[in-house]
């Protein structure tokens, strides 16, 4: 039988001068609000034939958009505002079978 593991995931705060693509999650409330670049991290799933994995956000609890798919086991996100986001990430096989969600983690 076939099981893809959930991913752990943390969020940190990004330093400047990170080499891979940022994404912004824009807050229409506070379209002046300054932005924050988050590093998510989480753990390599060890299926032998992972494809990637999706990071989903949301500014409610368990309320998720996708919002990047990634080859890797980082993700750089710019968050608008202090709004709390909530993010969580899934892997997924060559044959695009897609796993549970991993934790959720919250910013800030």
Known sequence: MFCLLPALLVAVPSTKGEDQEVVLIDDLEEPDAAVTNVVLAWDANPEGD??????????????????????????TVAVRGNRTTYFAVTAFNADGVESELSAEVQWP
């Not at 368990?62 to 080859?71: A, D, P």
């Open 50 to 75: 992972i494809a990637g994995y999706t990071l989903y956000y949301g500014r409610a609890s368990n309320t998720y958009s996708r919002l990047v798919t990634v080859t890797g086991t980082t993700a």
